[in-house]
Nanobody, 126 residues
Framework: VQLQASGGGLVQPGGSLRLSCVAS????????VGWFRQATGKEREFVAA????????AYADSVKGRFTISRDSAKNTWYLQMNSLKNEDTAVYYC????????????????????WGQGTQVTVSS
């Protein structure tokens, strides 16, 4: 199984980026998929998650209202639309997945995810 993240780059504060994660090697139609990020010198933190089959979503408080997670199960792909970006959003963004959904309260825990992408750098700077 491989997860391939893309879409990172350099953007000015207030700008937008759209990250994509394509999964290969197995079907993720029933999966829990998400995004985490890690800034230099900090621990990896939860950003957003959703069910590949649709339904609930979860967001970190720091991105709520600015970021949107979506998915296309037919393409085994999920996205992170990031709007109104701030300097503090600068980090390496990782996509993650686990084959089956777990209770909502565990969605934010990185140890619950089995598969990880390689990361894509997002830099917000003027």
């Amino acid at each position: 199984v491989q997860l391939q993240a893309s879409g990172g780059g350099l953007v000015q504060p207030g700008g937008s980026l759209r990250l994509s994660c394509v999964a290969s090697g197995r079907s993720f139609t029933s999966a829990l998929v998400g995004w985490f990020r890690q800034a230099t010198g900090k621990e990896r933190e939860f950003v957003a998650a959703t069910r590949m089959g649709g339904g609930s979503t979860a967001y970190a408080d720091s991105v709520k209202g600015r970021f949107t997670i979506s998915r296309d199960s037919a393409k085994n792909t999920w996205y992170l639309q990031m709007n109104s970006l701030k300097n503090e959003d600068t980090a390496v963004y990782y996509c993650a997945a686990r084959p089956s959904v777990i209770v909502f309260s565990y969605w934010r825990r990185s140890e619950q995810y089995e598969y990880w992408g390689q990361g894509t750098q997002v830099t917000v700077s003027s």
